[in-house]
């Protein structure tokens, strides 16, 4: 959090309750008009499928993902560049 600070970015905390990777969040992350995120890759390949599934795009303000802590999996990475905008980042944190 303090790096984003120092940028002089606001940090939203996810809301309380249990947070999963599903439409829910999407409209959070629309509602919140969040610009970066930064995902446990988990979360991260729950998500990607969800949005493949369910067909709905990319919340319009997003412009970077980060995702780190195992190994991204090359077909859930095939499947974000379908759903992602060619604009919106994503950078692997992980190692």
Request: hydrophobic share 45%.
């Amino acid at each position: 959090m303090f790096p984003a600070w120092i940028a002089g970015a606001t940090v939203v905390p996810a809301p309380p309750g249990r947070v999963l990777p599903d439409a829910s969040f999407t409209r959070f992350v629309e509602a919140q008009r969040l610009t970066v995120l930064d995902l446990a890759t988990a979360f991260w390949h729950e998500w990607v499928n969800e949005l493949e599934r369910s067909r709905q795009p990319l919340p319009p303000s997003v412009r970077l993902v980060i995702v780190g802590g195992e190994k991204a999996s090359p077909q859930a990475y095939a499947a974000w560049q379908r759903i992602a905008p060619r604009h919106v980042r994503w950078i692997d944190g992980y190692g």
